[in-house]
Structures are given as structure tokens and as C-alpha cells.
């Protein structure tokens, strides 16, 4: 959420006359009207401005859909004991930045592209910076998501010392605490002059070197790497222990076939939290390698449907995750069927699924 606002400049059209020059070289508009051209490091001229209706009609579709889909998340981890796992405790983590994106952030951007706040910069970097953090956040709990299976799967002996929930939730606190200072770094002054417009658009007031060179590369790009790394150590390590069983199976049959349920039943604890991290990947790496295209090539143009399309991908994410526990995980689905069911009590036998300990 942190890149979206990055076309607060995207979702409007100033009117004005064909003979004027393009202010905005960088962004175009391939549509049926005319010239409308957006430059990554220029407010909008002066006079009217129109917001885009099909655009901000889907992103207010993204945030009722992330505020009520990972509002439910929350509630199944109240409802159902069985739910109430480490690993969950992180899940419900990112569950409230993904609330935060539909409650907080989207209707900021919507505020934004109909050109609020106006001549406030405090303000406008207070409100760019919040949506930095909850980016962030997520990216953290993804993050102890996978250091959390890690310990489960590689270091079982050490898991129930390390991953306590008090543990779990100091974690946490952690996480949003690092997510927060580090969203606050352009209200502490590493941040461009705004225009004397004073429209508060991220290209205009956010300097495009944090976004690219800190945001991205060292608070985005190194931690997917490091769980990408770990959680391919989890399936190599895994495939390696399932082939030793199986070239042991008809020496210590039983023992082996009780080890071989145990990882089988570790892998499909793994395999949600690692879906979770593949899709926010795939919502995210587009809006930032425009970033780093606008950064390292600032003369080049973008069309403007693809950015809208990044921008509305990137929030999308926000939407999925309740999606895919309901079809991964049988604890979270059983529980959901409870909720819509006016919260008929959850059977044990419904939620033997759950990941974590």
C-alpha cells in the first residue's frame, strides 16, 4: 500500500486545452480522450479535477471486501479455541494490517485523488506514512510466519522452548513497532518540497530513492528473499527425511510410517503460510518494479491503465488471504460455515486442521 498512492496523480484528469504542453510526460493515458499525460515528479496544473470513477468504485469494492473478509479472520481465531496457534497469532497480525488497508488506507487514497489534504504537508506525510507501516507490518508477519514454521519443522525440540505465545506476541508487537519507524522515515524528513500547488500526491512529496533503494530493496525485496530461502530449506529438508523413511520403511515399519504421517502433516502447515507469501509477491513486485522503472528511467512513459492495474493489484491482496484459508485450511472454513450460521458452536472434530502448535 505504501507504492499505490504513488498515482494519487492517477486517478484524476485535468481538464485542459489541447495546445497545452504535457505536464505529466511520464504516465499515459491510452484511452479515448485526449493527451492525458502524467509525470511521475509533477503535481497536476491548476482547475478542475475529476476523479476516476471505475477506479475508485474498485477500490472501495477492495475495501469493504479486505475489511469484512479479514474482520472474519480475526473472529474465527476468537470463536475456535483450536485456532488459537502461534502461527494464527501471526495470521490474525496480518489480518489487522489487511484491515487496516480497507479501513484506513483505501479511503486515505480516496482522499488523496479528489485532492486532500491541500497545503498540509504534515498531514499529507502523516497519511503516506501509515500506509508505508501497514505494508510493512504485513511483510513482518510474513516474516515470523515463516521463521515460526522453520523452528516447527527443523528445530522441534527447541519450538515449544522458543515459539511460546508470549513469545508470539512480543513478536508481534515487534513487528508493528519496526513497521511503524520505518513508515514514519519520510515525516522525519526524507521527503521531497512538496509543489507550491501543495497537492499531497506520493510521486510529488515522497522521494523516490526511499521507495526504490530503502523501502523496496531493503525492507521489501531482502525479507521475501530470506522466506523464500527458508521455506525452500523446509520442503528440501522434508523431501530428504520422507526418502530416508522410505528406504528404512521395511526395517521399522510402524515407527517410519508414524514419522512419515508427521512430516506429510507438517507440509500441509506449510503449504497455506507459503501461498499466503507467493500471492502477496504476485500483488505487490509489479507496483514496485514501475517504481524502480520511474526512478531509473524518469524520461520513459507508463501507460495509465497499467499502472491503475498495478495499484489495484497491490490492494487486492488484501482481499485473498481470508479466501484461502476458507479453501486450505478446514479449521478456518468449518469455523467461517459457523459464523454465517449464527455462530453455531464449533465441534472439536471440525478443527483437528489448524496449523501451528
Not at 99 to 107: D, E, M, N, R
Not at 248 to 268: F, P, T, Y
Request: proline share 6%; net charge positive.
Amino acid at each position: 500500500m505504501q507504492s499505490y498512492i504513488l498515482v494519487k496523480v492517477l486517478s484524476f484528469q485535468p481538464k485542459q486545452n489541447q495546445q497545452d504542453s504535457n505536464p505529466f510526460p511520464n504516465f499515459q493515458n491510452h484511452s479515448s480522450e485526449p493527451n492525458h499525460y502524467f509525470n511521475a515528479t509533477s503535481p497536476p496544473p491548476s482547475g478542475t479535477i475529476s476523479p476516476n470513477v471505475a477506479y475508485m468504485t474498485a477500490e472501495l469494492i477492495i475495501a469493504f471486501l479486505s475489511t469484512v473478509g479479514n474482520v472474519l479472520v480475526c473472529a474465527a481465531v476468537g470463536i475456535n479455541q483450536k485456532l488459537r496457534t502461534v502461527t494464527n497469532y501471526f495470521l490474525v497480525s496480518l489480518a489487522v494490517a489487511d484491515i487496516c488497508v480497507g479501513s484506513i488506507a483505501i479511503p486515505c487514497a480516496i482522499l488523496t485523488d479528489i485532492g486532500l489534504p491541500h497545503h498540509n504537508l504534515p498531514l499529507c506525510l502523516l497519511m503516506l506514512s501509515v500506509l508505508i507501516m501497514f505494508t510493512q507490518s504485513s511483510i513482518f508477519s510474513l516474516l515470523a510466519v515463516a521463521v515460526e514454521r522453520y523452528l516447527a519443522i527443523l528445530m522441534p525440540f527447541r519450538y515449544q522452548t522458543l515459539m511460546t505465545r508470549r513469545n508470539a506476541i512480543l513478536i508481534i508487537l515487534l513487528t508493528w513497532l519496526l513497521a511503524f519507524l520505518i513508515g514514519l522515515i519520510p515525516l522525519m524528513g526524507w521527503h521531497k518540497t512538496p509543489p507550491e500547488l501543495g497537492y499531497c500526491f506520493f510521486v510529488s512529496v515522497v522521494d523516490m530513492a526511499y521507495m526504490v533503494y530503502f523501502n523496496f530493496f531493503a525492507c521489501v525485496l531482502a525479507p521475501l528473499v530470506i522466506m523464500f530461502l527458508i521455506y525452500a530449506q523446509i520442503f528440501a529438508t522434508v523431501k530428504n527425511q520422507m526418502r530416508r523413511i522410505s528406504f528404512a520403511h521395511s526395517r521399522r515399519g510402524e515407527v517410519q510410517r508414524s514419522m512419515a504421517a508427521g512430516l506429510r502433516k507438517e507440509i500441509k502447515t506449510v503449504l497455506p503460510v507459503f501461498l499466503v507469501l507467493f500471492l502477496f509477491t504476485i500483488c505487490w513486485i509489479p507496483l514496485h518494479v514501475i517504481n524502480c522503472f520511474l526512478l531509473l528511467c524518469p524520461h520513459c512513459s507508463v501507460p495509465f491503465e497499467l499502472l491503475l492495474a498495478a495499484i489495484i493489484l497491490s490492494h487486492a491482496n488484501s482481499v485473498v488471504n481470508p479466501f484461502l484459508y476458507a479453501f486450505t485450511m478446514t479449521a478456518f472454513r468449518n469455523t467461517f460455515k459457523a459464523i454465517f450460521l449464527c455462530c453455531r458452536p464449533v465441534r472439536s472434530s471440525e478443527s483437528d486442521s489448524s496449523i501451528g502448535s
